[in-house]
Every structure is written in C-alpha cells, then in structure tokens.
C-alpha cells in the first residue's frame, strides 16, 4: 500500500495533522467539561479513532457528500466546521448548527455537504445514497462517503442502502470503522465474516480492509477510489481497522474491553503516528507540532468561551420550525 | 368546458403528469412503478414519457426508498416515492418519524418528499394489504398527512402535496382507485392543503369523515333522508395533518350532533383526536355525546363474512346516526 509521504505537498499533511489535532483538543475538552458536569446530555468521542475521519474527508471535494456518525469529529472539522460551532452545539446554545434543537454530535452544515445523523444507526445511508443520486441527477459529478460503525453493519438499513447503491451504481464509499465495539457487544457477537469488507462479494462490488489508524496510507488510499468512483460510478465497501479507545460515552467505563487490545491500539494512537511519521521522513520537524498543537489548544479555549457566552434557546421559540413554510 | 369522467386513480395519475410536465425536479420511485406502472397502474406510461432517470424501479427495500427520498428531497429534488401498500411502510417508520420529520426543525433544511401510499380494505386483502395507518403518521411531528376521497381532490391534493416543502404521507385508499368516479374538466386548480370540505348539508347531525369512508357516510345520509326525513351534513377533512378545525368547529356549531367515522381502528384512532377538539372546543353546542363509528381492534380479517363487520359500511354509519339523532 503506497504511503510515500512525498507524493503530496506538506500543506497537505500539515492540515491533516491539524485536523486530527484540533478533534483531538476539542474532544479532550469536551471528556473534561463533562465530567465536571459542564456539559448538558453525553458526550461521546471518536479520541484514537482521528485518522478515519480525517484521512476520508480530507480527500473529498466541495461538491461531496457525507454522513459522519459517532465518532467522526474530524468529518465535520475537515468539511469546514468551526470549533466554536461544535461547543455551540454541545452546549445548546441558540447559535449552535441546530439551535438548541439537537445535542451533540447531532449536526450538519448543508452548505458543507454534511449531513445531520440521526440516532438511529444505519439511517444516514440511505439518505446519503438519495443524495448523491439527486446530486448527479443536476449534472454534479458529487461522490458520497458514508460513515458507519462494525455495529450497525448489522442493521437492515445498511444491506438495503449498499444493495441500493450497488443496483444504481452510486458513487458511495461506505467508510466501516470497525471499532470492535458496540457499545459493550465485541465483533464475535455482531458478525461472523473474517472481514466486513468480505460482504462486498455478496453486493457484487470491491471491499478493502485496510489499517485505520495509518493516516497517511488511509488518506492516499482514499484520494485514489474517490477518483476511481468519480470516474466510474461505483459503490465500495472500505473497511478502516481501529480501536474505540474510550468508552461508548463518557458515562461508560468501557472494562469490558481487554487491557491488552487497548495497550495495542495506544501504542498505534494515530495522530502520533503520523506526527512522528512526518518528521521521520523530514517533512517536518517535531518542533512544528508543538506550535501546532499551542495554536489548536488556542483555539479550543477561545471556541468553548465565545460559545458559552452565547445566547440559550428562547423557550417561546418551542414551536418554531416544525415546518418549513410554504 | 368540456368535462369527463375520471376514477379516483386516474386523478391521481392526472396531478402527477402534470407535476412531472412542468417540474423537472420532481422524480418518482418504488417498487415496480417503471415500465409496470406500479401495482395498482397509477404511473402507466410515466416511464415512456419522462425516463428512467425520473421515473425508475428500486429493489425492495422500504428503508432505502424512504431514506433515500429525504436525501433527494433535501438536494433540490422533490421526490415521490410510492409504498405498493402503506402496511409495508412500517418496515420504515423510522426514516419518516425521525428522518423526515425532524430534518426541519433540527437543521432548518425542508425536506420536499411525497410518499404516496396505498390503504383500506374491502376487497379481500387480508390483514398485510387492508391497514389504515393515518394515526400513526398523524402521530409524528413535522409530517403532513393528506387523505383525498374523490377523483378531482385526489387530483388538486397530490399537486399541492409534492409542492409543500415538507414531508407529506399521501394516502390513497384502494378501494376507490376504480369505484369512485367524477366528472371533471380537463384544466384544474391546486387544492391547498388543510381544508376541509363540506360534500353534504344537513342540519340535523355532521359526519366528520375522510377516505372511503367519506363515501359510506354518504349513503348513509341519503339513506336516512330517505327513510327519516334527517338532513346531515358530511364533511370530508381531505387534509387530517393539519387538519381544518375551524371547518369542524363550524359544522358542529350548524348541526349539534357529532358523528365520527373512519376505516381505521378505534382505540388511539384519528377520531379520537376530533372528539377531543369537539369536546374542548363546542361542548357547550352538543346536544348529544359525540359517537365513532370505527374498525374495532382487531388485525383485518379476511375473509369476506369477518370483513363486512370488521369494515365499517352505511348500514353501521346509518345505524348511528338514528342513535345519535334519537339522543
């Protein structure tokens, strides 16, 4: 798997690294606030997880379409989103991408091409599926990555929007972060395929397993079928190896996972993997991240201050936007 | 200007050619509507006129049909799915309670869909073909539920449905796709949705009503004029979400008397949520209590002994009237 950090510019890995960083601070903050009861409803991390996100989007042009889950901050930072939009959000705050309509990793920003998921898992798919076929309908040339969890592999949902995808040959990368966790259920009680990407035969389209944690093989790799699906219209299924390496939500302890796998995958934690991997290869020196790193923690204090001083939703708003009008 | 006699389904068919004439963002979908023109024949012809690319099947799978629909809906297309039958849109409820319904009001993006759904009993279907499943959708926020009854409503309301910049549940009872026919003129205007109208005077009681039901409560009245001398009034809501509660309001203040009727099951039923209105709103107008003449709680049967008395029918609605009037 090519992962020559050469064959693109530095300001390329820079922002990846700065994607991955900035989620990594926020939601290191958002851990904080939460148990300092600073945070209204859960909280729920993608920390260890940066790279999927981050490698993927990163790769997408303007006119693509996602759906992010979970754990896909860096989904949302890499499309453009402002930290000071997510602290918004977690805080309820009318300012906020949903108004104080919806909590945290409920948001979307249209204009970024990025859709708002629902709860319920699996259900973004089909909604992504429908939008990229509108999309190319206009004359778009949009392609769709379509995140999801090895949990929710299992829904209907899921077959239905991969089947439907495969049947219209949509442009979808269904992004898999397999995690290893459902919340408390292992992969051993969710599926029986050596690989989810195996179930790709079944759809009659490629499926990839590759390392998650690896930004920049994951992103390079993901510059490449994105160009192959725009230029021939396909669905793939790509399946992206990690580790969930904090509990569900906050409130959740996660004991049910081994000791042993999580000192693995921390040993494999992805934004150092690809900081000391940059500077290894001289494309830029450790000193760089640091500052980096100062300037994103910057950002996080300002973003999380402004948003708490924002207005809260005005409670006779209640009833407002039910309905869009006519 | 000339008129003709259209069915319930060619209305139907008849709104929907005209949107897809004049709007190139409106795309329609489903199970078997491409070259087959659906189970019931309503989009015959449309895959020859516009394309595959508006007009197409889909495998079967409600979750991706209804999913997808809200992400056309929200990309500037105005979708319009067709479910073969509503019953089997319950396989899907989620896209439409927590999809569809909440997109506006969590992110302030519309969500153009129309989702055309075929209901009601009376011809053997059986308890998986027959459902009538208004109150389920009437139960979710941000969905408009439209309920037509006659060819040229059916006609008006499907145009004014695939327009509305929401989610609308376009209910179409089977029963009347071929029994119910109008004179009609070829040109016609958009019926806006949520207003009722009033397809009987009377002055002795009202039927608040919709659906085939609409055409049973007629047969009613005409019956017990013929048999009493009693005028009632029917008043067919064509819209149940939002429905019209000033037209009830007013029907219910120039008559006393208040029956409700619907194909559907009684217990949590859409007349559930009429009598509470009448109760809150016109108690000190009824002279009697208000009555419902509805499927009682069981699966639909099938067989054709089971069905007459698990379907509501004139007979039961006249019945109920005598009742009501004799109060």
């Known amino acids: 798997m090519n992962s020559d950090t050469k064959s693109l510019p530095k300001g390329a890995w820079v922002d990846l690294v700065r994607c991955m960083q900035l989620s990594r601070l926020i939601e290191d903050r958002l851990v904080r606030l939460y148990h300092q009861g600073r945070i209204f409803g859960g909280v729920y991390t993608g920390i260890g997880q940066e790279a999927v996100g981050a490698a993927t989007a990163m790769a997408s042009g303007k006119n693509d379409l996602l759906s992010p889950l979970i754990r896909d901050m860096t989904v949302h930072l890499a499309r453009g989103q402002t930290a000071l939009n997510i602290f918004r959000q977690y805080l309820g705050r009318a300012t906020g991408p949903t108004r104080g309509r919806d909590g945290n990793v409920h948001h979307g920003s249209a204009a970024q091409g990025v859709y708002a998921m629902i709860s319920h898992l699996g259900a973004m798919l089909p909604v992504l599926v429908g939008g990229v076929m509108a999309r190319r309908r206009q004359g778009r040339d949009t392609i769709g990555l379509g995140y999801i969890g090895d949990g929710a592999t299992s829904t209907g949902d899921f077959h239905e929007s991969v089947n439907f995808a495969a049947v219209f040959d949509v442009p979808v990368i269904f992004v898999i972060e397999n995690n290893k966790y459902a919340y408390s259920t292992p992969n051993s009680t969710q599926f029986r395929c050596a690989r989810l990407a195996d179930r790709a035969a079944g759809y009659g389209i490629e499926g990839i397993t590759t390392d998650g944690n690896d930004a920049i093989a994951l992103h390079l790799l993901a510059r490449e079928l994105i160009a192959s699906i725009r230029a021939k219209p396909r669905p793939i299924l790509l399946e992206c190896d990690t580790l969930r390496m904090r509990g569900h939500g906050e409130h959740d302890d996660s004991s049910y996972v081994p000791k042993e796998l999580k000192e693995h995958y921390a040993a494999r934690d992805p934004l150092r993997l690809i900081r000391d991997r940059l500077v290894k290869d001289g494309v830029a020196k450790a000193a760089e991240w640091d500052v980096l790193e100062r300037d994103c923690l910057a950002v996080v204090d300002r973003a999380y201050h402004e948003a708490l001083a924002d207005p809260r939703p005005d409670p006779s708003t209640l009833t407002e936007g039910v309905y869009a009008d006519a | ?327």
């Open chain 2, 1 to 327: 200007m000339p008129m003709r006699e259209i069915t319930y389904l060619d209305g139907i068919s008849e709104g929907l050619r005209r949107l897809m004439r004049e709007r190139p963002d409106v795309v329609i979908y489903g199970e078997d509507v491409g070259k087959f023109g659906g189970a019931f024949k309503v989009t015959l012809g449309f895959q020859e006129e516009f394309g595959v690319e508006r007009v197409f099947d889909t495998p079967i799978s409600e979750s991706a049909i209804l999913g997808s629909a809200i992400g056309m809906a929200t990309q500037g297309l105005r979708p319009v799915v067709e479910l073969q039958f509503v019953d089997f849109g319950t396989t899907a409820l989620h896209h439409i309670l927590n999809n569809a319904g909440t997109t506006h009001y969590r992110t302030g993006v519309p969500v153009p869909m129309t989702v055309r759904a075929p209901c009601g009993g009376g011809f053997g279907g059986g308890p998986f073909h027959s459902e009538e499943l208004e109150a389920i959708f009437c139960n979710m926020p941000g969905i408009k539920v439209v309920y037509p009854a006659f060819p040229s409503d059916a006609r008006g309301l499907i145009y004014s449905s695939v327009l509305d910049p929401n989610p609308v549940i376009f209910l179409e009872n089977k029963y009347l796709y071929r029994h119910v026919k109008e004179l009609v003129s070829e040109k016609f205007e958009p019926i806006p949705l949520g207003a009722a109208r009033v397809c009987r005077a009377g002055r002795d009681a009202v039927i608040l009503t919709y659906g085939a039901m609409v055409h049973e409560s007629l047969r009613a009245a005409e019956r017990l004029s013929a048999d009493e001398g009693h005028e009632v009034m029917v008043l067919d809501l064509r819209t149940l979400k939002p429905f019209d509660a000033d037209a009830v309001l007013t029907a219910v203040a120039a008559t006393n008397r208040v029956l409700i009727v619907h194909e559907g099951w009684r217990t949590n039923g859409f007349g559930g949520e009429l009598a509470a209105l009448v109760a809150d709103r016109a108690f000190h107008l009824l002279d009697a209590p208000v009555r419902r003449v509805a499927a009682p709680d069981v699966p639909v049967p099938f067989a054709p002994e089971l069905e007459n008395v698990y379907r509501p029918n004139a007979e039961r609605i006249e019945q109920a009237l005598v009742d009501l009037i004799e109060y």
